[in-house]
Protein backbone atom coordinates (compact mmCIF):
# COMPACT_ATOMS: atom_id res chain seq x y z
CA UNK A 1 0.00 0.00 0.00
CA UNK A 2 1.71 3.40 -1.05
CA UNK A 3 0.66 6.53 1.09
CA UNK A 4 0.59 10.52 0.20
CA UNK A 5 3.33 12.72 2.07
CA UNK A 6 0.54 13.81 3.66
CA UNK A 7 -1.15 17.74 3.31
CA UNK A 8 -0.10 19.43 6.80
CA UNK A 9 -4.00 21.43 6.31
CA UNK A 10 -5.61 17.68 6.72
CA UNK A 11 -4.10 15.79 9.34
CA UNK A 12 -4.58 19.23 12.12
CA UNK A 13 -3.54 18.25 15.23
CA UNK A 14 -4.34 14.43 14.90
CA UNK A 15 -1.42 14.27 13.62
CA UNK A 16 1.45 16.99 15.12
CA UNK A 17 -0.07 16.31 18.29
CA UNK A 18 -0.09 12.30 18.27
CA UNK A 19 2.07 10.56 21.21
CA UNK A 20 3.58 6.90 19.54
CA UNK A 21 5.25 4.48 21.68
CA UNK A 22 7.34 1.39 20.03
CA UNK A 23 6.31 -1.36 22.65
CA UNK A 24 6.62 -4.68 22.53
CA UNK A 25 3.77 -5.72 20.35
CA UNK A 26 5.11 -3.27 17.65
CA UNK A 27 8.28 -5.51 17.00
CA UNK A 28 7.32 -7.62 14.24
CA UNK A 29 6.27 -4.83 11.94
CA UNK A 30 9.57 -2.50 12.94
CA UNK A 31 11.51 -5.89 12.31
CA UNK A 32 9.74 -5.76 8.70
CA UNK A 33 11.31 -1.83 8.33
CA UNK A 34 14.36 -2.91 8.68
CA UNK A 35 14.62 -6.16 6.89
CA UNK A 36 12.92 -4.00 3.78
CA UNK A 37 16.07 -1.32 3.73
CA UNK A 38 18.37 -4.62 4.24
CA UNK A 39 17.41 -6.25 1.71
CA UNK A 40 16.17 -3.34 -0.56
CA UNK A 41 20.16 -1.46 0.15
CA UNK A 42 18.21 1.75 -0.19
CA UNK A 43 19.73 3.19 3.19
CA UNK A 44 18.63 3.12 6.75
CA UNK A 45 16.56 0.97 8.96
CA UNK A 46 14.03 1.99 10.77
CA UNK A 47 16.38 1.28 14.60
CA UNK A 48 18.67 3.62 12.65
CA UNK A 49 16.17 6.00 12.06
CA UNK A 50 14.75 6.41 15.58
CA UNK A 51 18.49 6.87 17.01
CA UNK A 52 18.71 9.97 14.34
CA UNK A 53 15.66 11.89 15.49
CA UNK A 54 16.15 14.82 17.67
CA UNK A 55 16.23 14.23 21.14
CA UNK A 56 15.58 17.31 22.43
CA UNK A 57 14.83 20.41 20.75
CA UNK A 58 15.31 24.12 21.64
CA UNK A 59 12.21 25.41 23.35
CA UNK A 60 10.78 21.74 23.18
CA UNK A 61 9.88 18.77 25.52
CA UNK A 62 9.08 15.38 23.87
CA UNK A 63 5.45 14.07 23.96
CA UNK A 64 6.19 10.18 24.48
CA UNK A 65 8.72 7.84 22.93
CA UNK A 66 9.43 7.58 19.76
CA UNK A 67 7.74 5.11 17.11
CA UNK A 68 9.80 3.53 14.49
CA UNK A 69 8.94 0.58 11.85
CA UNK A 70 7.16 0.73 8.46
CA UNK A 71 5.90 4.08 7.55
CA UNK A 72 2.06 3.02 6.89
CA UNK A 73 2.15 1.55 10.43
CA UNK A 74 2.93 4.36 12.98
CA UNK A 75 0.30 4.96 14.90
CA UNK A 76 0.52 9.05 13.71
CA UNK A 77 0.30 8.34 10.48
CA UNK A 78 -2.29 6.03 11.01
CA UNK A 79 -4.36 8.74 12.71
CA UNK A 80 -3.62 11.00 9.90
CA UNK A 81 -4.53 8.50 7.56
CA UNK A 82 -8.02 8.64 9.13
CA UNK A 83 -8.71 11.91 9.63
CA UNK A 84 -7.42 12.48 5.59
CA UNK A 85 -10.52 10.38 4.57
CA UNK A 86 -13.09 11.14 7.07
CA UNK A 87 -12.47 14.74 5.21
CA UNK A 88 -14.41 16.60 2.59
CA UNK A 89 -12.98 19.16 0.60
CA UNK A 90 -14.80 22.20 -1.06
CA UNK A 91 -12.41 21.18 -4.13
CA UNK A 92 -11.74 17.48 -4.38
CA UNK A 93 -9.44 17.30 -7.05
CA UNK A 94 -6.86 19.20 -4.61
CA UNK A 95 -7.14 16.16 -2.32
CA UNK A 96 -6.92 13.68 -5.10
CA UNK A 97 -3.07 15.04 -6.67
CA UNK A 98 -0.16 13.48 -5.39
CA UNK A 99 2.45 16.13 -5.78
CA UNK A 100 6.07 14.70 -5.67
CA UNK A 101 4.55 10.88 -5.90
CA UNK A 102 3.77 8.21 -2.93
CA UNK A 103 5.78 7.20 -0.66
CA UNK A 104 5.23 3.41 0.12
CA UNK A 105 3.70 2.53 3.20
CA UNK A 106 6.75 -0.32 3.57
CA UNK A 107 9.38 1.96 3.53
CA UNK A 108 11.51 2.08 7.48
CA UNK A 109 10.62 5.58 8.91
CA UNK A 110 10.29 6.98 12.38
CA UNK A 111 8.42 9.52 14.35
CA UNK A 112 8.77 11.79 17.60
CA UNK A 113 6.43 14.44 18.23
CA UNK A 114 7.20 17.44 20.73
CA UNK A 115 5.09 20.04 22.86
CA UNK A 116 6.16 23.93 23.59
CA UNK A 117 5.07 26.95 25.06
CA UNK A 118 2.27 28.86 23.83
CA UNK A 119 -0.03 25.55 22.70
CA UNK A 120 2.48 24.70 19.97
CA UNK A 121 3.20 20.79 19.06
CA UNK A 122 6.47 19.41 16.58
CA UNK A 123 6.74 16.56 14.79
CA UNK A 124 9.74 15.17 13.17
CA UNK A 125 9.51 12.25 10.41
CA UNK A 126 12.87 10.88 9.06
CA UNK A 127 11.77 8.07 6.29
CA UNK A 128 14.95 5.78 4.46
CA UNK A 129 14.61 6.74 0.43
CA UNK A 130 16.38 7.11 -2.95
CA UNK A 131 17.96 10.21 -3.63
CA UNK A 132 15.36 10.30 -6.57
CA UNK A 133 12.38 9.90 -4.76
CA UNK A 134 13.41 12.51 -2.35
CA UNK A 135 14.24 14.53 -4.77
CA UNK A 136 10.33 14.40 -5.50
CA UNK A 137 9.11 15.37 -2.56
CA UNK A 138 10.90 18.38 -2.29
CA UNK A 139 9.93 19.58 -5.78
CA UNK A 140 6.37 19.01 -5.07
CA UNK A 141 4.50 22.21 -5.09
CA UNK A 142 1.18 23.14 -4.45
CA UNK A 143 -1.56 23.65 -7.61
CA UNK A 144 -2.00 27.28 -7.98
CA UNK A 145 -5.90 26.37 -7.84
CA UNK A 146 -5.11 24.71 -3.99
CA UNK A 147 -3.74 27.85 -2.37
CA UNK A 148 -7.26 28.18 -0.83
CA UNK A 149 -9.84 25.70 -0.04
CA UNK A 150 -12.00 24.42 3.02
CA UNK A 151 -12.27 21.32 4.45
CA UNK A 152 -15.07 19.61 6.60
CA UNK A 153 -15.24 16.81 9.41
CA UNK A 154 -18.30 15.98 10.30
CA UNK A 155 -20.20 19.27 10.38
CA UNK A 156 -17.73 21.30 11.14
CA UNK A 157 -15.96 23.66 8.20
CA UNK A 158 -12.57 24.89 8.02
CA UNK A 159 -10.85 27.42 5.61
CA UNK A 160 -7.10 26.95 4.76
CA UNK A 161 -4.73 29.73 2.99
CA UNK A 162 -1.34 27.93 1.64
CA UNK A 163 1.89 29.49 1.60
CA UNK A 164 4.87 28.41 -0.43
CA UNK A 165 8.41 29.83 -0.18
CA UNK A 166 10.67 28.73 -3.32
CA UNK A 167 12.85 25.99 -3.08
CA UNK A 168 15.39 26.06 0.56
CA UNK A 169 18.55 24.92 0.55
CA UNK A 170 18.49 23.00 4.12
CA UNK A 171 20.18 19.31 4.02
CA UNK A 172 20.55 18.51 0.52
CA UNK A 173 16.94 20.76 -0.86
CA UNK A 174 14.09 21.89 1.21
CA UNK A 175 10.45 22.77 0.68
CA UNK A 176 8.74 24.87 3.39
CA UNK A 177 5.28 25.34 3.20
CA UNK A 178 2.69 27.34 6.25
CA UNK A 179 -1.08 26.88 6.22
CA UNK A 180 -3.15 29.14 8.42
CA UNK A 181 -6.26 27.80 9.24
CA UNK A 182 -9.70 29.44 10.18
CA UNK A 183 -12.65 27.27 11.74
CA UNK A 184 -14.77 26.88 14.97
CA UNK A 185 -13.94 30.14 16.17
CA UNK A 186 -9.94 29.41 16.23
CA UNK A 187 -7.18 30.74 14.38
CA UNK A 188 -4.40 27.74 13.50
CA UNK A 189 -1.02 27.82 12.10
CA UNK A 190 1.08 25.28 10.36
CA UNK A 191 4.53 25.12 8.87
CA UNK A 192 6.08 22.57 7.72
CA UNK A 193 9.56 21.97 6.24
CA UNK A 194 10.70 18.49 4.01
CA UNK A 195 14.29 18.25 3.48
CA UNK A 196 16.54 15.40 1.57
CA UNK A 197 20.07 14.05 2.82
CA UNK A 198 21.99 11.20 2.25
CA UNK A 199 19.64 8.27 1.33
CA UNK A 200 16.68 9.63 3.89
CA UNK A 201 13.63 12.07 3.24
CA UNK A 202 12.72 14.23 7.12
CA UNK A 203 10.09 16.29 7.20
CA UNK A 204 9.54 19.04 10.36
CA UNK A 205 5.96 20.46 11.24
CA UNK A 206 5.13 22.51 13.45
CA UNK A 207 1.47 23.32 14.61
CA UNK A 208 -0.17 26.04 16.80
CA UNK A 209 -1.81 29.39 17.20
CA UNK A 210 1.94 30.92 17.36
CA UNK A 211 3.28 28.29 14.70
CA UNK A 212 6.36 30.22 12.37
CA UNK A 213 8.49 30.04 9.26
CA UNK A 214 11.34 30.51 11.19
CA UNK A 215 10.82 28.21 14.55
CA UNK A 216 10.36 25.43 11.79
CA UNK A 217 13.38 25.99 9.75
CA UNK A 218 15.39 26.21 12.62
CA UNK A 219 14.17 22.77 14.37
CA UNK A 220 14.76 21.50 10.49
CA UNK A 221 18.26 23.03 10.99
CA UNK A 222 18.78 21.00 14.28
CA UNK A 223 17.24 17.71 13.22
CA UNK A 224 19.50 17.93 10.13
CA UNK A 225 22.61 18.22 12.20
CA UNK A 226 21.12 15.37 14.40
CA UNK A 227 20.87 12.99 11.92
CA UNK A 228 24.53 14.69 10.38
CA UNK A 229 25.90 13.26 13.65
CA UNK A 230 23.86 9.86 13.72
CA UNK A 231 23.93 8.52 9.97
CA UNK A 232 26.58 7.82 7.49
Same mark, same amino acid.
Given at each position: ?115 ? !? *???? %? =?? #?????? /??? &?????? $? ?55 ? !? *???? %? =?? #?????? /??? &?????? $? ?12
Amino acid at each position: MAHRLLPVTLLLSTAVAATACGGDAERARQVRGTARAEVAGIGYTSAQLAQALLQQPSGYRRAGEPDWGEYGSLKAIQNASRLQREAVLDKPSCGKSRPGGDVAGDVPAALVSFTG !G *RGLT %A =TE #TLMSMP /AAD &AEKQVN $ARVPPGCLRFRTRVGTAWAAHRVAEAPKGEIGEGSRTVGVATTGGGARTRTWYVVFR !G *RRYL %A =TI #TVYGPG /ATR &ADAERL $AGEALAQAGRVLS
